[in-house]
């Protein structure tokens, strides 16, 4: 017979947290180990925002072998050049997810590596365009197409407007990527990095209007 208190997850401990996704008294222990692999977590969990609070204070390198895109570099002027764009793609990431709730950083990170790579084949003269898999990376990844699509044809069409090469375009979708890779801490249900992005349109205005307030790592 289980007792009331038991945690429904392991079925051995007691349950010591209110766990708002589960609607449970779950145990601390399950907690840890499940939280945002096999709960969805919500944002405004305490738990959960302790817990990125710890992880952001003993924050560790990503390792070489993990790190992103790691045969590709590119000087930090061309980001802070090109900040507007940055604080642009990050948004068009933001208003796919605002459609897709479902989606979790994994997904983010899956439609900008993937949408990078169709910007290096364009940056080298070929064109190959292979979408990811799933709904949400694939809405991302239309997302941020449709504004990269829009951006080129508007600065085509405007008199004496510097071009943005597709080179400098893969450029930046890989800082971007690789800020993502940075915020998130890998758990398949994590939604991190899409949380930081919020933090820089909390309003969900027009990119135009909102400085960036992304860093350069």
């Known amino acids: 017979m289980t007792s009331n208190n038991e945690c429904p997850i392991c079925k051995k401990r007691k349950g010591a947290r209110f766990c708002p996704a589960l609607g449970h008294m ?41 790190f992103p895109f790691r045969d ?20 068009a990431v933001l208003k796919a997810t605002a459609e ?18 169709t910007y290096r084949t364009l940056g080298s003269g070929l064109y190959y365009e292979k979408p990811p898999p799933g709904e949400p990376p694939q809405a991302i990844y239309a ?17 004496g407007a510097p071009r943005l090469k597709d080179t400098q ?15 998130t801490n890998g758990r398949p249900r994590a939604r991190i990095f899409l949380e930081f992005l919020r933090t820089q349109f909390p309003k969900m205005t027009q990119p135009a209007a909102e400085p960036s307030r992304i860093i350069v790592p």
């Open 100 to 117: 897709n709730p479902s989606a979790t950083d994994a997904d983010a990170l899956v439609a900008l590596q993937a949408i990078a790579e």
């Open 143 to 159: 997302s941020l197409a449709k504004f990269l699509e829009d951006f080129k044809q508007q600065r085509n069409d405007a008199a």
């Open 26 to 66: 779950i145990c601390a222990i399950c907690c840890g180990t499940e939280r945002e692999v096999t709960i969805d977590c919500p944002a405004d969990c305490a738990y959960l925002i302790a817990a990125h609070r710890y992880e952001v204070q003993h924050g560790k390198a990503i390792p070489s072998t993990d």
């Open 72 to 91: 590709v570099s590119f000087p930090s002027d061309l980001i802070h050049e090109f900040r507007p764009v940055v604080s642009r793609l990050a948004y």
């Open 169 to 183: 375009i893969f450029y930046l979708l890989v800082f971007l990527f690789r800020v993502g890779k940075q915020q």
